[in-house]
């Protein structure tokens, strides 16, 4: 674990998506849209139509001052929760690729399975080397998303604007369940990639559902809520699991090497 987070933060490739996508998505971006809604009083958001259809199905706090506010409020808390999907899957993703293909590619991985780890020990110090990273840049990206939104809007209505109980289950079950589920689509990738780049495109397939439930969301097809949330993540570790124990027996040292 401590040699593949070593190799993450030697290596630009790695860790520039793993902090600017983020630093983009969870806080300037968010921000900008938060800051134009303030001061022209309108929510610049391309489906806001779509947006306002979903003002009945969501619990809005009573002392928002206006329509702006209360779009601004399912859009911030609900709307754009998804996005906090995609970071986890990309972090784990770009990691999990590097730490296999990556030392393949670099010629270090063959000297790596001639040490006296057993298979078991391999494949579970890969998957934390992974998940872990994953987990505290979502964990960071949300603290950054968080406290700035939040700040900006405090100051220009005296309130919070991030304060729905939704990002409890969201952070603490989601995130590290969409982390697992890259995860565990990387390590099928992985044992047939021959290169860094041929493994990030392959496992990317992953975020496709996370676009189609960002959409159906935004036409109104779903509505997230905490116990949707919870047995979400719940479906998402299962689903994770099963396939982990369907390709750990296939991530042997015979095997890897072959493949090198």
């Known amino acids: 674990m401590a040699k593949d987070i070593q190799a993450v933060t030697a290596s ?3 860790l520039l998506p793993i902090v600017i996508v983020p630093l983009l998505l969870c806080v300037l971006v968010p921000a900008a849209i938060l800051l134009l809604a303030l001061r022209f009083d309108t929510v610049l958001i391309t489906g806001v139509q779509f947006v306002e259809k979903l ?19 399912i859009f911030l808390n609900y709307t754009f929760l998804p996005f906090f999907m995609l970071v986890p ?3 784990s993703s770009v990691i999990a690729s590097d730490s296999i293909v990556g030392e393949k590619e670099r010629k270090t991985l063959e000297t790596l399975l001639y040490t006296p780890v057993t298979n078991r020990e391999f494949l579970i110090a890969k998957l934390l080397g992974a998940f872990v990273p994953a987990v505290v840049v979502s964990w960071a990206g949300f603290a950054g998303y968080f406290v700035v939104l939040n700040l900006i809007y405090y100051i220009a209505r005296g309130m919070l604007i991030l304060r729905s109980w939704i990002w409890l289950p969201a952070m603490l079950l989601l995130s590290p369940s969409v982390s697992l589920l890259g995860l565990s689509v990387t390590l099928i990738v992985s044992l047939k990639a021959r290169t860094y780049m041929e493994a990030q495109q392959t496992a990317g397939i992953v975020v496709l559902p996370i676009i189609v439930l960002i959409v159906v969301q935004i036409a109104g097809l779903l509505t997230f809520k905490p116990l949707y949330v919870v047995v979400f993540s719940v479906v998402l570790l299962l689903t994770s699991y099963l396939i982990v124990v369907r390709v750990a ?12």
């Open 89 to 91: 899957i990309m972090a």
């Open 249 to 260: 027996p296939r991530f042997t040292r015979e095997g890897i090497i072959n493949t090198l």
């Open 12 to 14: 630009k490739m790695v």
């Open 55 to 73: 003002i009945p199905l969501y619990p809005l706090p009573k002392n928002l001052p206006g329509f702006t506010d209360q779009i601004l409020f």
